[in-house]
T-cell receptor
């Protein structure tokens, strides 16, 4: 069964610095897809970035990048030049390649506070 | 950009009553999902739906739950009868096709309070 673990419950950083958050996953599939979403204070859930397991290069979108360490089953999210509006709860999620229903399994989330 | 709309944003009902949560997915999307989030916890998969059928459901998708999308209208989650433990935020999501690399778009959720 697939499982996603985020061990950091909350992180506080100063604006314009870099924040890194961890995520480890468990799967028996050789093919899988990893996603990061953020949930804002209003409850809105926004897709940020994706990593396909067969790709060696770390995905990058805007000021979001991933640290994909496949041997460690780890997919960390890095946010550079943080802004106040990056304050949110960040969820890591995984989808197995042979999932019949395309379901995503989510971690419990990491709350990030970006302060002035 | 395209949005998934959920109606209502908050629903309060008495235990034992029936409730229907409505989702208006992105117009050309074909796959639809419901997730449940209890306050402070992760989102948990309930069910997904394609071509008029349930593709996969979790253990959380109890017998009291049902989903449908009659005639391409709202994608609905019905709970009958409701229980106290059904209190949560229910998120609808949709994706264009079953490509495993596709990130579903989520709605803003319906907060269900069962009293």
């Amino acid at each position: 069964a697939q499982k996603v673990t985020q061990t950091q419950t909350s992180i506080s950083v100063v604006e314009k610095t870099t924040v890194t958050m961890d995520c480890v996953y468990e799967t028996r599939d050789s093919s899988y897809f990893l996603f990061w979403y953020k949930q804002t204070a209003s409850g809105e859930i926004v897709f940020l970035i994706r990593q396909d397991s067969y790709k060696k290069e770390n995905a990058t979108v805007g000021h979001y990048s991933l640290n994909f360490q496949k041997p460690k089953s780890s997919i960390g999210l890095i946010i550079t030049a943080t802004q106040i509006e990056d304050s949110a709860v960040y969820f890591c999620a995984m989808r197995e390649g042979n999932s019949a229903g395309n379901k995503l399994t989510f971690g419990i989330g990491t709350r990030v506070l970006v302060r002035p | 950009g395209p949005k998934v709309l959920q109606i209502p944003s908050h629903q309060i009902i008495d235990m034992g009553q029936m409730v229907t949560l409505n989702c208006d997915p992105v117009s050309n999307h074909l796959y639809f999902y419901w997730y449940k989030q209890i306050l402070g916890q992760q989102m948990e998969f309930l069910v997904n739906f394609y071509n008029g059928k349930v593709m996969e459901k979790s253990k959380l998708f109890k017998d009291q739950f049902s989903v449908e999308r009659p005639d391409g209208s709202y994608f609905t989650l019905k709970i009958q009868p409701t229980a106290l433990e059904d209190s949560a935020v229910y998120f609808c999501a949709s994706s264009l096709d079953r490509g495993h690399n596709q990130a579903p778009l989520f709605g803003e959720g319906t907060r269900l309070s069962v009293l």
